[in-house]
């Protein structure tokens, strides 16, 4: 039987089911989740936000395969005040290092939020520093290589305060709660990840 979990990743927990150290925290503290499900894809201990959770390979393998280039959305928080002239870079591709060779990220959707976005607050809060200013960036990407928001915003001169993945095509976790998780209907999940 296939079954269709959505959970807001909160801060500080790995996409997993099982510990490597005793400190960590892991997504079976937010649900009881069927013994055969596992999260598509990743998010990184210190970010946020849409997390699949599901037993259903098809899924799997369009999440996963590069060749399928679904669109991702992030909510970032960074530090400084980005200008057009970045967002431009932003949008045309930047050189990253992933692993040792160097690698042009693909043309992304990027723009600079006029206010920050409605969110919950992250636990323990972003460390503020008041004599520099903060901005929130949406980005879109249709890839995914390992930390590569980060990377991007971090090789135009703006460090990642916190990241939030806010959308996997039109599936959204817009209400929300940090450490919430949903089941849903496959029929629901395939139609909002524009899945035939």
Avoid at 34 to 46: A, C, F, M, N, S
Avoid at 115 to 133: F, G, L, N, Y
Avoid at 179 to 194: A, D, S, T
Wanted: positive net charge; proline residues 8%.
């Amino acid at each position: 039987m296939e079954k269709y979990f959505i959970a807001y990743k909160p801060y500080g927990t790995l996409s997993q089911f099982t510990k490597e150290h005793p400190s960590h925290h892991t997504l079976g503290e937010l649900f009881q989740f069927p013994k055969d499900v596992y999260p598509v894809g990743r998010l990184d201990q210190d970010s946020e936000g849409l997390l699949i959770i599901t037993n259903d390979k098809r899924l799997n393998h369009f999440l996963l395969d590069p060749s399928f280039a679904h669109s991702r959305t992030y909510l970032v928080q960074v530090e400084g005040e980005p200008q057009a002239e970045d967002m431009k870079q932003l949008r045309k591709g930047v050189k990253i290092r992933v692993g040792k060779k160097e690698y042009t990220t693909l043309p992304a959707q990027a723009l600079l939020l006029p206010a920050p976005p409605s969110v919950p607050e992250r636990d323990p809060p972003i460390r503020v520093r008041k004599t520099v200013p903060d901005s929130w960036i949406e980005l879109e990407l249709k890839e995914g290589k390992n930390r590569q928001v980060r990377r991007m915003c971090a090789k135009v001169g703006f460090p990642v305060l916190r990241l939030i993945r806010s959308k996997i095509e039109r599936l959204e976790i817009r209400d929300m709660k940090a450490g919430e998780v949903r089941e849903m209907e496959k029929k629901e999940i395939y139609r909002l990840l524009r899945l035939g």
